[in-house]
């Protein structure tokens, strides 16, 4: 059974074939329970825990501890601990090539370059840190690596650049997780996580800013994001391991399931979406349904980088000049994160 099947079922799960039970739900009222109910939907044990990359620091922390390590976390991610990371990104923006360039590629290093920006100033090793970070945009099973030489490369480099910090503080991200117990693991795994996410989200939006050049305005440019957002998210699909037997709507769920809420399915549902499959950010008029949009999760669990990213998307397509499209393959492709099958050749206009 799928969406379609569940809909004309009357319900808003449906099971899937992972080899153990697994569910996956797409309405708002689902995606409250998931993200809201820590007790009952748990992170250790879901599909992040299986990913090198992401099992560890804060993704796999449940409650009640994973409140502590947001408050200690969530000062440098939020705005004003961003305000110098802010300036530094700003200033480290690369020009857009002359030449037709593939938007996805661009992209991918640019948000990697504005990422050591953020984090270490621009100091860590870049082929180090695109060796590191390469895989999670390859189809699976690539991000279930994590090569151990690389691993072992990454936290020297974490730990040279750390102790840098302690002795003389930068405006940068390192400076601020350094002093905090476990935060050289945190910066590792928040900058897996932040990655690929932001570079599908910054393709997308250079794509449909070359197709739809009306909308490449600074004041248009929240809701371009936004849009972007809404019909690709970067999270497509969340899970979580359910800690005990649940009752949802009649479906029996067993203690241990893997339990998912689709992002995916639920921006592009039409009970809750006008044109769910065009990309319209007139649609931003208005106020989405409550649990209706969540690019970035919700509830205490609430994307950490939320903030940064939003600086880097920002940031980035405030410089950018006019752009017009060649030819591309903005199709979707589901990964550990979703982005576009590319190439998207655009060129400045
Ligand atoms: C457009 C870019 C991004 C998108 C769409 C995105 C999306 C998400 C989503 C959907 C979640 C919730 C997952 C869940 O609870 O099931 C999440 C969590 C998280 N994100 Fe992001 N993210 C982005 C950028 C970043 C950046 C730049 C960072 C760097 C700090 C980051 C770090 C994290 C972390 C550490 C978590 C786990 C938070 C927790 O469990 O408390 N993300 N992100």
């Given at each position: 059974m799928g969406a379609a099947a569940a809909r004309s079922a009357g319900t808003d799960i449906f099971g899937l074939a992972l080899g153990q039970p697994a569910v996956v739900g797409f309405s708002p009222a689902w995606n409250r329970a998931v993200l809201s109910d820590l007790e009952t939907f748990?992170?250790?044990?879901?599909?992040?825990?299986?990913?090198p990359y992401l099992n560890?620091?804060?993704?796999v922390t449940d409650a009640p501890s994973h409140a502590q390590t947001r408050r200690r976390l969530n000062p440098a991610f939020g705005p004003r601990g961003l305000a110098g990371v802010r300036r530094a990104v700003a200033q480290a923006v690369p020009p857009f090539p002359a030449e037709p360039t593939d938007a996805l590629a661009w992209a991918d290093h640019t948000v990697r370059d504005l990422l050591n920006t953020a984090y270490f100033s621009g100091e860590f090793d870049p082929a180090l840190l695109q060796r590191f970070l390469?895989?999670?945009?390859?189809?699976?099973?690539?991000?279930m690596w994590l090569a151990p030489t690389v691993l072992a490369a990454v936290r020297r480099e974490l730990r040279r650049l750390g102790h840098l910090r302690l002795k003389q503080p930068r405006d940068d991200l390192l400076t601020a997780l350094v002093r905090l117990d476990g935060g050289l693991l945190e910066a590792r795994i928040s900058l897996a996580a932040a990655h690929d996410t932001t570079t599908h989200a910054l393709a997308y939006a250079l794509w449909h800013l070359a197709q739809?050049?009306?909308?490449?305005l600074p004041e248009q440019h929240p809701t371009v994001i936004r849009e972007v957002l809404r019909l690709?998210?970067?999270?497509?699909m969340g899970s979580r391991r359910l800690a005990h037997d649940l009752d949802w709507q009649g479906h029996q769920l067993a203690r241990g399931t893997l339990v998912l809420y689709s992002t995916y399915l639920t921006h592009r549902a039409p009970e809750w979406w006008d044109r769910p499959l065009d990309f319209w950010p007139e649609r931003w008029q208005h106020k989405p349904a409550?649990?209706?949009?969540?690019p970035f999760g919700g509830g205490e669990r609430t994307c950490l980088g939320l903030h940064l990213a939003q600086l880097i998307l920002g940031e980035t397509l405030a410089q950018l000049p006019p752009l017009r499209s060649l030819t591309g393959h903005p199709g979707p492709l589901p990964g550990l994160t979703l982005g576009p099958r590319g190439p998207l050749w655009v060129r400045r206009d």
């Amino acid at each position: 059974m799928g969406a379609a099947a569940a809909r004309s079922a009357g319900t808003d799960i449906f099971g899937l074939a992972l080899g153990q039970p697994a569910v996956v739900g797409f309405s708002p009222a689902w995606n409250r329970a998931v993200l809201s109910d820590l007790e009952t939907f748990r992170s250790r044990g879901s599909f992040s825990s299986l990913v090198p990359y992401l099992n560890g620091g804060v993704i796999v922390t449940d409650a009640p501890s994973h409140a502590q390590t947001r408050r200690r976390l969530n000062p440098a991610f939020g705005p004003r601990g961003l305000a110098g990371v802010r300036r530094a990104v700003a200033q480290a923006v690369p020009p857009f090539p002359a030449e037709p360039t593939d938007a996805l590629a661009w992209a991918d290093h640019t948000v990697r370059d504005l990422l050591n920006t953020a984090y270490f100033s621009g100091e860590f090793d870049p082929a180090l840190l695109q060796r590191f970070l390469a895989p999670l945009r390859r189809p699976f099973p690539a991000p279930m690596w994590l090569a151990p030489t690389v691993l072992a490369a990454v936290r020297r480099e974490l730990r040279r650049l750390g102790h840098l910090r302690l002795k003389q503080p930068r405006d940068d991200l390192l400076t601020a997780l350094v002093r905090l117990d476990g935060g050289l693991l945190e910066a590792r795994i928040s900058l897996a996580a932040a990655h690929d996410t932001t570079t599908h989200a910054l393709a997308y939006a250079l794509w449909h800013l070359a197709q739809d050049p009306q909308y490449h305005l600074p004041e248009q440019h929240p809701t371009v994001i936004r849009e972007v957002l809404r019909l690709y998210p970067p999270g497509w699909m969340g899970s979580r391991r359910l800690a005990h037997d649940l009752d949802w709507q009649g479906h029996q769920l067993a203690r241990g399931t893997l339990v998912l809420y689709s992002t995916y399915l639920t921006h592009r549902a039409p009970e809750w979406w006008d044109r769910p499959l065009d990309f319209w950010p007139e649609r931003w008029q208005h106020k989405p349904a409550a649990w209706s949009y969540l690019p970035f999760g919700g509830g205490e669990r609430t994307c950490l980088g939320l903030h940064l990213a939003q600086l880097i998307l920002g940031e980035t397509l405030a410089q950018l000049p006019p752009l017009r499209s060649l030819t591309g393959h903005p199709g979707p492709l589901p990964g550990l994160t979703l982005g576009p099958r590319g190439p998207l050749w655009v060129r400045r206009d």
